[in-house]
Each structure stands twice: as structure tokens, then as C-alpha cells.
């Protein structure tokens, strides 16, 4: 089994992303779950039938929204 540290893949993935994807104006769809607010920052998973992201929404960007995220 390959062992690499998270840096040399964050490096990869980046180095992938933006030489094979134009993403200045790319808009991810999918579904929220497992939403919580924790000091004014939220946590979520952003979610398809085929994978899943754990996101954080910073406090800042969190009360500009004007609407609370909830699973669905």
C-alpha cells in the first residue's frame, strides 16, 4: 500500500485540478447533511449518490447567507 502524506496529496490533487479543470465559475450541487453550528461556523457534508465532501462554512460567510443551512 502507497503511503503519502496529506501535504504531497493535497500538492497532487491541486497540481491535477488546475491543470485539467477550469473551476473560477464552477457551482457544486448536492445534499446537505449532518449540518451543525458550532461558534458561528458551520460543518456539513455535502453529499451525491456517489461521494461526499466534508465542508466548513466560516462564521463570516455563515451570517452573510441571511438563511440557516439543515440537512436536506
Known sequence: M??????????????????????????VSGELSNVKYVNGNCYFDLKDDQGQLSCTLWRSYAAKLGFTLEDG
Do not use: G, Y
Request: proline share 0%; net charge positive; charged share 20%.
Open 2 to 27: 502507497l503511503q503519502i502524506k496529506v501535504s504531497a496529496l493535497v500538492n497532487k490533487v491541486n497540481s491535477f485540478l488546475s491543470s485539467h479543470v477550469k473551476l473560477d465559475k464552477a457551482l
